[in-house]
């Protein structure tokens, strides 16, 4: 019973086993719950743009058919590249290429291919849903005429350019198996190296040092930043590391074979470029110092390690919500309200920035570090403040007084 | 200090202190546990404000001049501690550092407080190997070794058996007479302090209730030592 009520007693235990489970899960299944709702409005809005080389009255009544399912429009170009420019106009994901001899064969009953691109667009789970929408019309279609009537041919357009014979679902899946790492390993570095920069202020109040250093004739904001110095040595080492790791890990993907497709990340444009890595490695640096600014805050307030660590655990929320949301879903797929919270925990940058570097949209990527900043900024002020006054030495955040909404400041008199 | 209060929340650690210690001598403040001594050496130490009233070490404020303070001063907490994880002498190194001017100023520090604490070879090993009485002795050493105009230290022998109190008193006498150093400390230890101090300030609630000489307060109320001064001023005796 003694060491039941120990370990429940231990706020670190409590929260980091109890509560934060209890919270993070339903918020997580809130959020698959939405993005199944949205898959599911999605398939019934799939667009198509139809670029039809055929004049034949079979190819007006397959379009007649897809229209039965899809919203299709009829694309005013020759080739799928003029087409593909011409799918934003129409929030078309898919494009649906017939050949010139498509009424001849079906009339014929002989085999004919028709080409389905979809937009790669980085939406995690809900990518491909058009893709499969196309895929049950298809064989719908086959099954009313004939047994592999249409055969078809699947590709993807990336970035705006069509690449041919890459099937966009088995590119999805790859791309979410990939795409799991960056918040793992994020969620790994932050809660980390917040371990180590709250340890580093709580150690000189555990074994009594502060007191003699904050006499010493230095600047209080020296102090603060020679303990954020080794922190930040540590997070541009993690950031390095990060970085040399992830690159390898992309590398790796060059030439994989899946579902039967041989995809290239490389040669399909699906890594970030050398400035999408810097970007990357920025926004990475920043958000670790931010948070092990407010690792150092927060020890401030705590008496020792354990407490100190205790502390920083309950900010591993903010972490592990973004990176386990975002590692499955795209944010723009997310209700506006969401994206914004997603956005304003600069936590999430990071995971962000990866997936906008690699589609090109630096500019989401520079907004984020950009906003990091400026959260570090105010961490850093309000930890200078705090290094320049006695509470330092003098705050003491009590749980049990948080829970009932105090604070207490108590002193050795 | 003059007419110092310091109130944490509802608490009155300070209630209007004043004192004067004299340059060059031991002064002393005594008073039991919650007393205020911390307190009234934190804030001389510029660690933490007064509420009201002033405190000027060597005619300088010591909140409008924090940072000239902290020039002229070390500090010795009462539960300080080292660094774990460096040596006794790597440890001196990196406090001699902020006030040393040159690395020969730091190197004759630290020779300094190698001579002062007496650890001989046993600076080398880290401090985490030391016992309590090594570590205040080390500790001692490092608040006299830059040869401050004040050294405020907080029960210096706090907690340290007969012979490791008997060798820290020495030290900080022996420094003073030496090296013109001006020392503020506190004690609950009456009789400790009764050998040390040229004069001491018997604290209660944060109020002085008796300054004096040692010998004079004795005299002045009929006592054989400073423990039975303090039980007659605050009438528990």
Redesign the interface.
Known sequence: MKELKELIRDPKILVGMIVVPLILFPILGAVMNFSVESAKETATKTTALVLNHDSGENSTQFIDYLGDWLRVFKANASTVDEAVQQMASYNATELIEIPQDFSQNVSTNKAVEVKFYSIYSGAGLLEGIGSSIVDSVVVQFNRNAAPDLIVAEKSSIIKGKAVENVDPRALSSLMISQAVALPVTMMIMLTYSMQIAATSVAMEKEEKTLETVLTLPMDRFAILMGKLSGSIIIAGAAAAAYMVGFNYYMGSFSGLSTGGANLDLVSLGLVPSAFGYLLLGISLFITLLSALALAVILSAFAEDVRSAQSLVSYVYPLVFIPSLILMYVDINMLPIWLRWILYAIPFSQPIIASKAVIMGDYLTAGLGIAYVVGFTLVIMYAASRLFATEKILTAKLKLRGLRKGGRKSTEET | MKSVVKL??S?R?LDGLSFTVKSGGIFGLIGPN??????AL?VI?????PTSGEAKVFGVDVVDGA?EV??F?????E??????NLSGWEYLEF?GS??AKSKDDVRQMVEEAAEICGLGDRLKDRAKTYSKGMKRRL?VA?ALMSKPKLAVLDEPTSGLDVLHSYHVRTIIKRYVQEQGVTVLLSSHNMLEVEHLCDRVALLSK?KIVAEGEPQELKQRFESPNLEEVFAKVVGFA
Do not use: H, N, Q, S
């Open positions: 944490f929340g608490i650690a919650g007393a205020g001594k911390t307190t934190r130490c510029t660690l933490i404000l940072d902290r020039r001063i070390t500090y010795l907490p539960e300080a501690g080292a660094y774990r406090m902020f006030v500790l490092r944060g």
